[in-house]
């Protein structure tokens, strides 16, 4: 690691703890945040097997409240954030006036203010776009990412080990619903989330509490084999849940709909940014391009830009590719032009590599039983 990059970086509160445990760093997104501990493989089996434990507070929050917060929100966001009841929580995007994906979100409705969680590398990004607002209604917005820092819990066994960790009893919860109780003595919120396509729920703190929860998290969570993830083995994880993830699968050059989540948008709700060219794709029948799942032949892991072809004619590029630990093949995430994403449909990988087949199959290429 450079002298510059360790100068321009901030550490996470937890490196002291993670040093302790063998953890190796890396910068991600202008945070030093741990890569491995024991080993990606090990840690990726340890999530699909049991439960791990990953330190995501580098990620951002942002808290909207105000009489005219829900208008306001439901401006600025492709869902319909006045579905929402205290105690739920949906994801949403950010997108430009052309339809593009500016950032994507999770919003949770709070009750009295809602809280939107964003990814470290649009957190910035989103925060400047949505505070100028602001000024023109009864609303507003504030940084709050120091006092709902992320840590998150993934794996079969996930449920169980928060029986452990949480003083009050575990509801069974929706997707991205949550509720408030004590760890290790703080006001946590906790939410039900998955990204890793195992069950798992995501802890939201203040900075100062996170080594008290995250050595208390370890430490209650041995009985349920829960052990500390990096981020490389969380890389691996979400590819093989077809999860797609900002700044690599996708960015202000996709439009909403090329990206694949149809839980991120609300066909029936009124005016928003970036709606009517949502509408216009919709009316069309078609997208014109599609983030499509590919199962890759031969022994050559593909590469981000990686091109794909069909009989000679360019009709896509790859963006997320790798050896699969779980199914112990070559998958790979890349967008596919309309006319070749149907299940089944043969494609060319071009790289420096030469040239590998490639069949579009489902996603997520994971599915837990």
Not at 7 to 30: K, M
Not at 157 to 174: D, N, R, T, W, Y
Not at 193 to 210: C, K, N, R, V
Not at 259 to 276: A, H
Request: hydrophobic share 40%; glycine share 10%; proline share 4%.
């Amino acid at each position: 690691m450079s002298e510059t990059a360790e100068q321009s970086s901030t550490n996470s509160s937890l490196h002291h703890a993670q040093r302790q445990l063998g953890a190796r760093f890396d910068i991600s997104h202008g945070s030093e945040m741990a890569q491995v501990y024991s080993g990606s493989l090990e840690e990726h089996n340890a999530v699909r097997t049991n439960a791990g434990l990953i330190d995501l507070s580098y990620c951002g929050a942002m808290k909207v409240w105000g009489r005219e917060a829900v208008q306001f929100l439901n401006g600025l966001v492709s869902n319909d954030v006045k579905t929402l009841s205290p105690g739920s929580g949906m994801r949403a995007a950010f997108l430009t006036g052309h339809g593009k994906v500016r950032a994507l979100a999770r919003v949770l409705n709070l009750g009295t203010e809602f809280l939107v969680l964003t990814d470290p590398q649009t957190h910035e990004k989103v925060l400047n776009y949505v505070s100028p607002f602001s000024y023109a209604g009864d609303f507003h917005v504030e940084d709050v990412s120091s006092q709902f820092r992320l840590l998150s819990v993934q794996g079969p066994k996930s449920h169980l080990g928060m029986k452990e960790i949480c003083f009050e009893p575990v509801p069974q919860m929706a997707e991205h619903s949550w509720f408030r109780t004590l760890i290790a003595g703080h006001q946590t919120l906790v939410v039900r989330a998955s990204h890793t396509g195992e069950e798992g729920f995501d802890l939201l703190l203040p900075e100062l509490a996170l080594p008290d929860v995250w050595d208390f998290v370890l430490l209650k969570g041995r009985f349920h084999s829960i052990v500390p993830i990096g981020l490389e083995a969380l890389e691996s994880l979400r590819i093989e849940a077809g999860q797609p993830v900002y700044g690599v699968d996708v960015d202000e050059a996709n439009m909403l709909l090329d990206v694949g989540l149809p839980d991120i948008v609300s066909f029936n709700k009124g005016c928003y940014t970036g709606q009517e060219a949502v509408a216009m794709a919709t009316y069309r029948g078609h997208i014109s391009k599609k983030l499509s799942g590919l199962l890759v032949k031969g022994d050559s892991v593909p590469s981000r830009g990686d091109v794909l072809k069909k009989e000679g004619k360019e009709i896509g590029t790859i963006t997320s590719a790798l050896r699969s630990p779980t199914l112990n093949s070559l998958i790979a995430l890349g967008y596919v032009k309309y006319g070749f994403f149907e299940i089944g449909t043969d494609l060319d990988i071009e790289s420096n590599h030469g040239t590998q087949q490639a069949s579009v199959v489902e996603t997520p290429f994971y599915r837990k039983t």
